[in-house]
């Protein structure tokens, strides 16, 4: 009778070190496109601090002598849903960040300052989690339509309304 009750003594142990995880990330933001531009949506999930990035994802070379050529932007969201052009202007209170290393890596890094046909970018963001990112190229934004994002699907992305992704987004908060 002993034997079967130690199972279940060793189930909490599991089930505390998986809680203690710091939370997932979530399909929180979504690439849509307005006016032929590439546009980030992030759900700030009512956070008081927000930013979203978008860099190029250039896998070729060795990653700790190449350059990180990104566009990060952050500020405090007016609203639960965030839209920003990117490379564009940032919302009242946001500011593009500088183009400064890391100490954590080795590699350079350069203001993303245009989009290049045949380039995957990838757009990803924060606010009270960390989002799911969306890769994509210029090819993808004529497959979005007005309505429509792009947003994570496990390890792709897929287009979806825009509130269905608004729906799950706010799910997730």
């Not at 190449?66 to 920003?84: D, K, N, T, Y």
């Not at 990117?86 to 593009?96: S, Y």
């Amino acid at each position: 009778m002993r034997g079967r009750r130690r199972p279940w003594i060793l189930l909490p142990l599991p089930l505390l070190i998986l809680t203690a995880c710091s939370p997932a990330e979530q399909p929180i933001v979504a690439l849509a496109v307005r006016d032929d531009q590439p546009v980030g949506v992030l759900v700030t999930c009512d956070d008081r601090d927000a930013n979203i990035r978008v860099f190029e994802n250039d896998h070729q070379g060795d990653p700790g002598k190449r350059s990180l050529i990104r566009w990060r932007i952050g500020g405090p969201p007016a609203s639960e849903v965030v839209e920003v052009a990117l490379l564009g202007q940032p919302p009242e209170g946001w500011e593009v960040a500088d183009a400064v290393g890391s100490p954590a890596t080795e590699a350079d890094v350069e203001l993303l300052t245009e989009f290049r046909a045949g380039v995957t970018y990838t757009l990803d963001g924060a606010s009270r989690r960390e989002a799911l990112s969306v890769d994509f190229t210029l090819a993808d934004l004529p497959r979005i339509g007005p309505d429509q994002v792009l947003a994570p699907n496990g390890r792709n992305s897929k287009v979806i309304s825009r509130e269905t992704f608004l729906r799950k987004a706010r799910d997730r908060c």
